[in-house]
Nanobody
Framework: QVQLVESGGGLVQAGGSLRLSCAASGNIFAFNTMGWYRQAPGKQRELVADIISGGSTNYAESVKGRFTISRDSTKNTVYLQMDRLKPEDTALYYC????????????WGQGTQVTVSS
């Protein structure tokens, strides 16, 4: 069983910064993708950024240049540094881990709230 534990959400003023962390534990295949998704009220969940175990990254257009995703594969931990936050970044942020080993495994964290005030 795999567990994802997120931390780092909170309330911040527009222009401020937050750093999210997500630690994964359990039986995890070494070649995997870890990422962050978010869901605002009344909207669908969307990808914010992800990073594969080799280090390649992918960002939503809306966060490029402001957010940075990184990982420590030795600790199965992924980070999301969020700078120059905007009110439209307000959402519940979810950590995600995916890997394929005979079949695809897809795990989610419980979510951490990020609120950006104007």
């Amino acid at each position: 069983q795999v567990q994802l534990v997120e931390s780092g959400g909170g309330l911040v003023q527009a222009g401020g910064s937050l750093r999210l962390s997500c630690a994964a534990s359990g039986n995890i295949f070494a070649f995997n993708t870890m990422g962050w998704y978010r869901q605002a009220p009344g909207k669908q969940r969307e990808l914010v950024a992800d990073i594969i175990s080799g280090g390649s990254t992918n960002y939503a257009e809306s966060v490029k240049g402001r957010f940075t995703i990184s990982r420590d594969s030795t600790k199965n931990t992924v980070y999301l540094q969020m700078d120059r936050l905007k009110p439209e970044d307000t959402a519940l942020y979810y950590c995600n881990l995916k890997f394929t080993w005979a079949r695809t495994y897809d795990y989610w964290g419980q979510g951490t709230q990020v609120t950006v005030s104007s």
